[in-house]
T-cell receptor
Framework: DVKVTQSSRYLVKRTGEKVFLECVQD?????MFWYRQDPGLGLRLIYF???????EKGDIPEGYSVSREKKERFSLILESASTNQTSMYLC?????????????FGDGTRLSIL | GENVEQHPSTLSVQEGDSAVIKCTYS??????FPWYKQELGKRPQLIID?????GEKKDQRIAVTLNKTAKHFSLHITETQPEDSAVYFC????????FGSGTRLQVQP
């Protein structure tokens, strides 16, 4: 069974801090994704990666960056956290084909920026 | 703009009734359409998916239908049970999978 592990379930940070959210998958998947989930807005794609050191902007990349130094790990970075980045963040991974393969999600990180 | 539109946003049914959730997409090249269920406090989980070479797929009480001409696909849940209560998301490919805004289904016992 695919396991996608996010490093924290809950995280509280202050405005202006640099925040790192970590995600690890154990199925040798090529693709990894970061979403944020807000009520009424569904899952919005922030960034995705289809290979090590490769990254693509999603629909809402502003204020975020990502890092994929190893195949199994995909990090989301909030360069200077702001209160409007308070949200649930979900990581996902999939086998080859970013457009047409099922995604497997982690449990999410609920991030609060004070 | 909105590439995947999902309706309704909330749906309340009596136990044993059927529930239908509909999504429309804009990219005519889309060829993969999954549905996810997210229970309260849990991760989204894939419940059924369909590829564009078929028009319908069933798995016990759930089914998905696809109308490529009209660019819409629907999730059908028959004989609903309280444990079907959750938020359901559709998705369709753009550069990567794009998700709908979700439907909160409540099944009243």
């Amino acid at each position: 069974d695919v396991k996608v592990t996010q490093s924290s379930r809950y995280l509280v940070k202050r405005t202006g801090e640099k925040v790192f959210l970590e995600c690890v998958q154990d199925m040798d998947h090529e693709n990894m994704f970061w979403y944020r989930q807000d009520p009424g807005l569904g899952l919005r794609l922030i960034y995705f990666s289809y290979d090590v050191k490769m990254k693509e902007k999603g629909d809402i990349p502003e204020g975020y960056s990502v890092s994929r130094e190893k195949k199994e790990r995909f990090s989301l970075i909030l360069e200077s956290a702001s209160t409007n980045q308070t949200s649930m963040y979900l990581c996902a991974s999939s086998f080859t084909g970013v457009r047409n393969q099922p995604q497997h999600f982690g449990d999410g990180t609920r991030l609060s920026i004070l | 703009g909105e590439n995947v539109e999902q309706h309704p946003s909330t749906l309340s049914v009596q136990e044993g009734d059927s529930a239908v959730i509909k999504c429309t997409y804009s990219d005519s090249a889309s060829n993969y359409f999954p549905w996810y269920k997210q229970e309260l406090g849990k991760r989204p989980q894939l419940i059924i998916d369909i590829r564009s070479n078929v028009g319908e797929k069933k798995d016990q009480r759930i089914a998905v239908t696809l109308n490529k001409t009209a660019k819409h696909f629907s999730l059908h849940i028959t004989e609903t049970q309280p444990e079907d209560s959750a938020v359901y998301f559709c998705a369709a490919p753009r550069r990567a999978l794009t998700f709908g805004s979700g439907t909160r289904l409540q099944v009243q016992p």
